[in-house]
Each structure stands twice: as C-alpha cells, then as structure tokens.
C-alpha cells in the first residue's frame, strides 16, 4: 500500500515538475512560431530569455514587485528581438550572426552589469528575491493527484498553457493570422496584397520577443530567488529545436515540449532519488535527445519557405 | 469598336531607373476603355517595368499617372487594386501551401477580424461557373497545375473587381489549347468592358487578339499602333530596330550513329512523387534533338538525371555503349557531355567569382590548371582571356567579377566554358530563355556549328519556334514520358502542340 | 513647374574591401564610445579606464607578449571559423571541438607519458588534430545524412561535451588530491615549450601563425580551397558544375574541428597545465566574432585576434584599477560586431540624391 503511494506520489511529482519546466519553452517556443511563421528566424532566443531573466530579477529585486519585474523583463525581451529586427529585417544582417552576437551581448552585458550592480557582495550575502509562488485553483486543485500536476502551479505557467490554443486561434482563425503566415511563405504575394512586409514582421518578432521575455522571467523571478550568469542554459536553443520537431505547427510543438520537459523531469527525479549514474548523462539528455529529434523528425518539414530569406522589393 | 474618349489608365513621360540602367525612359501611353492592348518588346525591353509601374509596385523616378483623367500615385499594389487594376504575373505570386480560397481572402482590402471562407468559397464558385473554368477551390496550390495556378492567378484579379487587366506573359507555360481558353475568356471579358493589357514577346499572339500594340525597345516607347494596320515584319523590325531573319537556314546534314541512348527513365521529383514515368529516347551523332512539352512535366527531372545531379530509380542510360547511370556529375562532364542549366545565375556560375574561375568551373582538378598542389593562376587567365575573345564575351578583363555582365554574356561564358571541354554531347535547357536576339542568334549559330563538327545536342526548350528552326527531330514529354518523336520537317505546329497537350498524336 | 528634390536609399550590388575595413574603423570608433558610456555609467574615470585597458594590453614589453598568449587559442578558432564559414557552413561548435582538442590530448598523454618529450609532444598534437576532427565531423556527418542544419547540431554538442567533461574530471581523471574537479599536473616533459624567458608565450602561437598561413594557402591558391569557395557562394551552381559538395563540407569541417582542437591543446598544455572544466573562457564564441572582423581572411585574424587579447588583457588592468568588472570584455566584443555588421550593411546602400517635377 505505501509503495503504491510512494510510486503515485513520485510520478505525481514528475509531471507536476515536467508542467513547471515546459513553463519557459512554451513560451518561448510558441513566440519563435509566430516569429518563424513571418520569415525570420531568431537565433538570438537564448539571449532574449537570459536578457529577460536579469531584468526581471533586476526589477524584482529594485522595487519588490514581481507584477513590475515580469512586465518589464516581457519588455526587455521585446527590445533585443526589437534590435534583431533592425538588424535583419531594415539593414538585412544574416539572420543567424545577428542573433549569435545578440546571445554574446546579452552573455556578456548581463554578466557584466551584474557584477557591476553586486560587485561588493560577498558569497554569503548574494542578492536575494522573493519568486513567484504557486497559487492553488481551490475546488480544481483538490482533485486527488491530477490536481497538484495540473492546478498548483504559478501564474505565469497558467498563462504559458493558454497561450497554446491563444496562438493557435491565432494564426489559422484570424485574418491577421493568415495575413502573418503568408509573410513567411510568400513575402512578395502579401506584398502584392498591399500588406506591409517590413511593418508585420517587426510586429511578429517582437511579439515573439515579448513571450519569449515572460519565458525568461519565469526562469529567473518565477522559479528562484537568486540571477547566475547563463542562467538560462540553453533553453533558448531547445525552443528552437521545439519549433523544427513540432514541424511549425502549435499542437506538435505543444507535444514536443511536454516531452522535453517530461524529460527534464524525469532526470531531476532521478538525480534526487540517488541512483548509482553519472549525473552527467543525464544533465547531457536534453540536448543528445534534441538531436535525435531533429534527425528523426526529417521526413516532411513544413518550414515556412521564406524562412530567413531578406525581403527587398526590387 | 474602340471607344475613344474613355481612357482608362495612362501614363506621361513615366521614366522608371534601377542603379544605372534606365528601365524605363519617358514612356507616354494611354490603354482605352474595353480594348486589348500589347505591350510588345524583347526581354529587358521594360514591359514589365512599366506594368509594375501601373500596379503600384515600383513608383516612377519621373513622370505622371493617370487613372480616368485623374493624377494618382500609387504607392503600393494596394492602391492601385482600390483602382479597380488587377495584375498576373509572369512568375505566379500564390502563396503554395495555401488553399485556393485563401489565397483569393488574402488580398481582400477589408480587414475582418476572423478568417470566414464561406463567402469567398460562393462567390469564386460562381467566377468559375461564369467563364467555365474548373478548379478546386479547396487544393492547396502547390498541388494544382501550371495552367490551373493561372486562372487563380486571374480570377484573384477578377474576384475583387477590376476594370484593367494585366497580363505579363500569360501564356509562357500553356498549351496552344489552353491559350485558346484564356483568349476566349478575355474576349469576354472584353465585351464586359473590361480593359487588357497584355504583355509578351510572341509576335502571332499580339496579332491574333490585340486591338493596338505598343513597342517599347531598350526602354523606349517606340511606337503605338492599330493591330489592324501593321504587319508581324513590321513589328518585330520596331522591336528589334532591324531586320530579323524569322528561320535560321540550316542544312541538312545526315544524323550520325546513336551517342546516348535512355531506356525507361524514372525517377522522382522534390516533391517525391514520380516525375519521368519510362522516358525513352536516342540521340544520334550530327543531331539536334529537340525536347518539347510545358513546363513541369519532367523536362527539369529528365535534364538531371541526364547531367548526374538527380539520382535514377530506374531504367538506362548509355553513352557510347558504356553505362552511366548514377554517374556523379564530374564523371558524366569528363566523358564528355556538356551541359547548358537552365538557370544560369543560379546553376551555371559563381557569381561573386571573376570570368577566369567560372571558365574553369569544374575544371579546377585538372593538370592543365594546376602547378603542383597550387592552381596555376596565369594559366587560367591566359585561358580566359582567349576564349574571351574566341566568344566574343563583354567584359573589360578577365578578372572582372562576373556578376557584371549581361544576360547574354553570362550565357557566353557558360558556353565558352562548356566548348572548350571539347565535347562530344551538349544537354541544354532553355539555353536562350530571356536574351536578346542577336546573343539568341549567335547561340543558335554555335549549335548549329555543333551539330555539324558530329556533336548530339539534346535541345530541351519551351520555345517552339526554336525546336522547329533548330532540332532535326522533336520528342514530346508529357507527364514524364516521351509520348511521340516527329520528324521536324513533316511536323505541325499544332500536331505538336496537342501531344504537349497530351492529346492527339499517334501512339508509338 | 516646382522642382522636387528628393532622397532616394539605394542598393549597391556588394560590398568592397575598402568599405568592409571602413565599417571595422567605424565599428570600433563606435564601440569605443559606447565603452566609455559604460564606464561612466560603472562609476569610473573614463579617461583612467581607456588608458588602464591600454597599459594592460600593450603597455609594457611583458604586458603585450602576455597579450600574444590570450590571442593564441583566438587566432585558433578565428581560423577554424573561417574555413568553415567560407564554406557556407555555420559551424558553431568551436568550444566543443576546442573542449574535445584538449580531451583527446590529455587522453594521448596519459596513454603515450613515458615517451621522450619531442616524440610525446608531436602524438598530444596530433591527438588534438583527430579529436577535434572527430567533433568536426559528427554534425557534418549528421547533415550529409539527415539534412539536419549544423547550427543546432554544433551547439547542442557544446552542451553535451562540457558534461563529458565534468564527468570525466568528476571521475576516472580526477586528482585525487584536490577537491575540485580538475585533473593533476601536466608533467613538464609534456608541457608546451616556453619561446621567450619569462613570459608565458608558448608554442602555441607559433602553431597558430602556421595555420594561419596554411589556410591562407589552402583557400586562396588551391582547387580544394576554389571550392571551398565556389560552395560558399553558390553551392547549387557548385554541385551542378561537379563539385562534391557533401565530401568538401565533411573536409571542411573536419579541418575547422581539428584547428579548435589544436587551441584546446594549447591552452592545456601552454597555459593551464591542467585539465579543468573551464579551459575555455567562451574562446569558441569569440573566435567568430574575430572570423567575421576579419571579413573571414585567414591572415587577417592573426591582427584582430591579438587586439582581442589585448582587450582581454587589458580587462584584467581594468578592473584591479577601475573596479568595473572585466566582463566588460564580453560586452565590447559584442558590440563591435553589432556595429560591424550594421555598418557593413549600411554601406551597401546610398544616398541619392533626386529631382522631380
């Protein structure tokens, strides 16, 4: 009987954990669709997030307001893929080394103005936030079992899930939707239409700069209590990976992230238990099973067409 | 009858430049209420410029618009679609992976917030019904054909109500049936009050259904006139400034013995799905082989599996009795057949290389061009600069950076490239798509040329004219099979034409 | 009749060489002053900062000879990016490929230690070489055969080599007397040979010059480098024209992998002397800003990786001086290429200037 209880209660923790970590690549993931939908491709996500990631823990820190420190870290993401945008879509940088050297300005800055900002701080007195804690759906999050994994978590993970079937309606039920998808298949035949490729695609990219910008608060405001540089270890990059595996389309990319993270979960759970394993492996695991779902998930690829290809008119 | 007093659209010393070339100078027309009207000139002539001038896409450096007697300028094709102008054109701007229908909702001026198709499914239901074209208004466009993407093509100018029409070279990639189709509708339309402005290079068209043409060369208006009162030798002097030799004399000279045999070609597109379904042909020494068909159906494939870029899933190739199938490409150019892409910025040349390194492309292996481990750079110069003049290339040196020539001197120096290997066979597709017609005739004369030092030339093209002009026989490829070979001289035109059709012809 | 005069933005079809070294001049002028805006912003005398930085990076004899030292792993991977870049293959693996460099040496040492010194240094070399092939070649291998992008092939194993590291170092290469994950002391029979007395300056740098001047040559003056370059521009035209692209991107990258292998090697056996889990301070990633400074020209990566160490350098003078943190490194090297790229970019367009009526 306890093991039964025991076996629930573990898995119970797993997929309660595996919601808590699809938290910053759903939101990442979904923002770089709508970037990617419009033709440009955001290399830089790692460094929106971790940009992100400090701000909020910036604000958070400067002002004890956690509503503030996510706005303004959702801004602060919008900003950099604002730069990006520049960068790529008006001056027509390649898109790939724009958003690798946006990963090292926003590696660097945020290491540098850290330290500038708690440069006196010894070890035991390193800056400290109160993070976002969960709150519980009362009559939801009673429900025996299914109720922790799915009702108690934070409010930022409430909203990266409804943020799925938001951009999902989005993008296939709106007229604007249509109109976004287009830019990245065919930019001259929405041109045709009177649509304004430059305009539409900054606004897509910044909207995705924005989630993605709520994906690095709940990185750092939502989920500890303290900033260490890189904080954000290459989620940025799975979501990017995400997007490929879930063949651009919100459902699959949805899938693809519940598995990572279960993933991620899993190896968490393990790591705790104290399995006899280099840990290693599984901190490696992320990343080796990304490549596998890139090589498996090569059959049909759905890209849009005009994915990273400059628009000019003439 | 013409009604004169009803302008519809015109313009006013319109000049339009790009970087340094004047696309278009001081261009002054005016297209009338209810007529078909050409827009005649060889490529580059500024047709197109001009008609992206009139749908708002580009914007003149000078010069007025009128729309109805009013000035306009028209920003974008936004403007220029409240207007009441429609464009088509020549490389279709449809949006693949969408529907037909929402392709047609794209370009809807107003903005609703959610996407309902059901009006737009009804109304293009009725546009079909009303000019008898059958479409599924629910594939997806990469899944219909050429010929079908044209009429969603048209009727997505049409659906949103247009009262001028432009065309830009609409029947490129039609049979003459389908062309037929698309006559008969825009005579129809004609009677509606409908206005057509209908650009192309083909001079029996522009005589067939046009009121009044206009010949523009070099960017100039060169002259206006009723279709009526003007001959197809008048014309084609206009547009090209001098007299033109409408048939190349060739002679007959006597096929050799079989070089390249193909049995039962299949292979499979990008798209996976088959596109050569048991393509057979022979090609003999001291001939021209012309490749006849519309395009997409499987001339491209055919073209690739015959230079070692596509992989063959099944049958034979043998040149000189030996094998070579799934030969690479490298092998397949050192035994000796050339070939000739049919795109040439993109598959024939490094742009960003000077003319000496793309005259060796391919080439840069070999012993002729190397010293040691090391290329043999005055060697390749000197090399360069000889067949530089040999072909009578454009190009103040050798080391100039090729992306600063001409059209026609690109397609030189991949034939100047290609010659000098000395070979035995020459695979070329659409060697003179888009030059002017003296490079057109210096090309064809260098075929000819070919063909009598015992060179198998396989001539795919989707210039009919010069299929019949040039090639000693003319095979059809139609939906990935070559469905009938004719003797050029005992051939019609419309013989051919049909079996591109699929129709018509005798079974072999 | 008014006459309108106008503005028209137009397109240059490419871009010089002289504009490409206008727009570095432009980008490090620019950068400078952002430099100084930050420094004010840290608190500090920018005056004092600049010249700080400079005394560190090329103030004294020892100072710039230690400058050299920093360049040494940069001009590695400065160069293994460019080859790989040239190519039109976006390899961002560096750091792993340096990691694995270093790897694979160490491994080769402590197999091959009872070698005499010349005979144990030129198998650590050549370990270094293979390994970092190896590293190079697994994403290409992964394209060649899946048509995956090597973009996120090559950062993935970044990722996953680290934690092979830390396993490693956490285990069968532990010194034992230590309680930090590194390894024990290189034995200096194996140790890279000190060039000059006194200072750290070890074979490495001359390694690295030597590459320099191999790809050089390789690029510009042999038909594997015409390729090389033809692919990079145009790989359609390069496969049509007989061209094997897939072999040339496999020998690409396994030339780029095996180049940050040799930075890996010399980093542990010239500077560290021990293997540890951060060997590399991020030498991968700005081995590619250099490349792209450079305008990807394998000789011109030798300068711009030695002003890089020099900033490096001088970083250090900074922050003892200043107390604005080092760091700022990274963040120059950042907005250098920022400004670099947008000023290149910008120089592709000009200013016309229109009349109308």
């Known amino acids: 009987m306890i093991e039964n209880l025991l076996q629930a209660a573990i898995i119970v923790n797993i997929l309660g954990s595996m919601v808590r970590i699809a938290t910053p690549l759903l939101f990442a993931a979904m923002g770089e669709l709508v970037s990617e939908r419009s033709g440009v491709m955001n290399m830089g996500l790692e460094g929106t997030m971790l940009t992100a990631a400090f701000i909020g823990f910036m604000v958070a820190k400067n002002t004890g307001s956690l509503l503030l420190a996510i706005c303004m870290a959702s801004l602060a993401g919008g900003m950099v893929c604002l730069i990006l945008a520049l960068m790529t879509i008006t001056l027509g940088v390649d898109q790939i080394i724009t958003g690798l050297a946006l990963n090292l300005l926003a590696s660097g800055g945020t290491l540098f103005w850290f330290r500038l900002s708690y440069s006196q701080t010894s070890l035991e007195n390193t800056p400290l936030i109160e993070f976002l804690k969960p709150v519980d759906i009362p009559p939801l999050s ?6 922790k994994v799915l009702f108690s978590h934070n409010l930022l993970t409430y909203l990266a899930f409804l943020v799925v079937p938001v951009i999902w309606f989005f993008l296939y039920k709106t007229f604007y ?43 750092s405001v939502g989920s500890v209590e303290r900033f260490f540089p890189d904080m954000t270890a290459g989620k940025g990059w799975l979501a990017i990976v995400i997007v490929i595996a879930g063949n651009w389309k919100p459902g699959r990319i949805f899938l693809a992230t519940l598995i990572f993270a279960f993933l991620d979960a899993f190896q968490l759970q393990v790591q705790s238990i104290g399995v006899q394993f280099p840990y290693q492996i599984l901190l490696a695991l992320p990343y080796i099973v990304a490549i596998i779902a890139l090589i498996s998930g090569r059959t049909r690829s759905d890209a849009p067409e005009s994915l990273g290809v400059s628009y000019h008119r003439e | 009858m013409i009604d004169n007093s009803s302008i519809v659209i015109e313009t006013k010393n319109l000049t339009k430049r790009f970087q340094n070339v004047v696309a278009n100078d001081c261009v002054s027309i005016d297209f009338h209420r209810g007529e078909i009207h050409s827009l005649l000139g060889e490529n580059g002539a500024g047709k197109t410029t001009l008609a992206e001038c009139l749908f708002g896409f580009y914007q003149p450096d000078s010069g007025e618009i009128y729309h109805k007697g009013k000035r306009v300028t028209l920003s974008s094709p936004r403007d220029a679609i409240k207007l009441g102008i429609g464009m088509v054109h020549q490389h279709f701007v449809l949006i693949r992976p969408f529907s037909v229908l929402e392709n047609i909702a794209m370009s809807s001026l107003k903005k609703s917030v959610l996407l309902d198709l059901t009006a737009t499914e009804q109304k293009m239901g009725f546009l079909c019904e009303q000019y008898g074209i059958t479409l599924d208004l629910h594939a997806k466009v990469w899944q219909l054909s050429v010929g079908e993407q044209q009429w969603v093509e048209i009727l997505k100018a049409v659906y949103y109500g247009v009262d001028l029409l432009i065309l830009d070279e609409p029947t490129a990639s039609l049979t003459p049936q389908e062309a037929n189709q698309l006559f008969s509708v825009l005579g129809q339309m004609k009677k509606q009050g409908l206005s057509v402005i209908f650009i192309t290079h083909k001079l029996k068209e522009v005589m067939d259904i046009s009121d ?90 055919l073209f690739e599996v015959l230079t070692g870029i596509r992989r063959l899933k099944g049958g034979e190739i043998q040149f000189n009795g030996k094998s070579i199938i799934n030969n690479s490409p490298e092998e397949i150019k050192n035994l000796g057949i050339a070939h000739i892409p049919d795109d040439r ?19 840069q292996r070999d012993k002729d061009y190397r010293k040691g481990p090391f290329l043999d750079r005055k060697k390749i110069i000197d090399s360069a600069a000889d067949l530089i003049r040999i072909f009578n290339i454009v190009s103040p040196s050798p080391l100039n950076r090729t992306r600063f020539l001409s059209g026609g001197n690109l397609q030189k120096v991949i034939l100047a490239r290609e010659l000098n290997r000395d070979p035995k066979c020459l695979v070329a597709n659409q060697p003179t798509r888009g030059l002017d017609v003296g490079v057109i005739e210096y090309i064809h004369g260098r075929l000819l040329e070919l063909r009598k030092l015992g060179v198998g030339i396989l001539l795919i093209s989707e210039d009919l004219d010069e299929l019949f002009s040039l090639s000693d026989r003319i095979a059809v490829v139609y939906r990935g099979e070559i469905v009938e070979t004719f003797n050029t001289p005992d051939a019609s035109l419309e013989e051919v034409g049909l079996c591109m059709a699929g129709t018509g012809g005798v079974s072999i | 009749m008014k006459l309108k005069i106008g ?42 900062g600049f010249i700080a930085i400079y005394k560190g990076a090329f103030g004294t ?69 293979i ?29 996953i080599v680290i934690y092979f590291l830390s396993w490693l170092l956490s285990g069968p290469w532990k010194d034992p007397s230590h309680y930090y994950q590194q390894s024990p002391t290189i034995l200096e029979k194996a140790q890279f040979p000190i060039l000059m007395v006194h200072t750290r300056l070890h074979l490495g740098f001359i390694l690295a010059i030597v590459a320099a001047l191999i790809l050089y040559l390789l690029i510009s003056k042999t038909p594997l480098g015409y390729e090389i370059q033809a692919m990079g521009f145009n790989p359609t035209a390069s496969r049509f024209q007989g061209i094997n692209v897939v072999k040339t991107m496999l020998i690409v990258m396994m030339i780029s992998g095996a180049v940050s292998g040799l930075a890996g090697a010399g980093e542990l056996f010239g500077v560290i002397l021990r293997l540890k889990s951060n060997i590399s301070l991020g030498y991968g990633y700005t081995g590619i800003i250099i490349a792209m400074l450079a305008g990807l020209e394998p000789l011109a990566v030798i300068p711009v990786a030695i002003l890089f160490g020099g900033l490096i350098n001088g970083s250090f003078l900074l922050q003892t001086t200043t107390n604005i943190p080092s760091a700022l490194v990274y963040v120059i090297q950042a907005i250098v290429l920022l400004f670099f790229l947008g000023a290149r970019a910008a120089s592709v367009y000009r200013l016309r200037i229109t009349k109308s009526d």
């Open chain 2, 345 to 363: 910025i993109s598959e024939g040349l490094i742009m960003d290389f000077s003319v000496a390194d793309n005259l060796i492309l391919g080439r």
């Open chain 3, 61 to 129: 004899w020892k100072a710039s000879i230690e400058s050299l030292v920093k360049a040494t792993p940069l001009i590695l991977t400065g160069l293994a990016t460019v080859i790989a870049f040239r190519a039109r293959i976006w390899n961002i693996g560096q750091e792993g490929q340096l990691y694995i460099g270093a790897i694979t040496a160490y491994w080769a040492y402590t197999q091959f230690t009872d070698l005499p010194p010349a005979a144990l240094l030129t198998t650590t070399i050549l370990f270094a070489l």
């Open chain 1, 177 to 219: 939707g249509l109109q976004v998808r287009s830019l990245g298949e065919n930019p001259k035949a929405a041109d045709m239409t009177g649509m304004s490729v430059i305009k539409n695609r900054y606004i897509a990219v910044v909207i995705g700069g924005l989630m993605a910008g709520l994906g690095g608060a709940f990185v």
């Open chain 3, 7 to 48: 503005f028209k933005v137009e397109k240059r079809k490419n871009v010089s060489p002289a504009a490409q070294i206008m727009s570095l001049m432009i980008a490090l002028l620019l950068s400078a002053l952002a430099t100084g805006l930050l420094m004010v912003i840290g608190k500090a005398n920018v005056a004092e």
């Open chain 1, 142 to 147: 009673d429900i025996p079992y299914l109720g």
């Open chain 2, 212 to 301: 009044r043409v206009s010949v523009l060369r070099k960017g100039k208006l060169i002259d206006t006139v009723m279709t009526s009162e003007v001959t197809k030798e008048d014309l084609a002097r206009k547009m090209v400034g001098r007299d033109v030799v409408f048939q190349i004399k060739k002679d007959r000279s006597t096929i050799g013995e079989p070089i390249l045999k193909a049995t039962n070609l299949r292979t499979q597109n990008d798209r996976g799905l088959d596109a050569l379904r048991g393509a057979s042909f022979t090609l003999h020494k001291s001939e021209i082989l012309g490749i006849a068909g519309i395009a997409g159906n499987g001339q491209r494939e």
């Open chain 3, 131 to 159: 390994g970092g092939a190896v590293c190079g070649f697994m994403p290409a291998f992964i394209k060649a055969k899946f048509a995956v992008d090597e973009i996120i092939t090559t950062i993935m194993l970044n990722y």
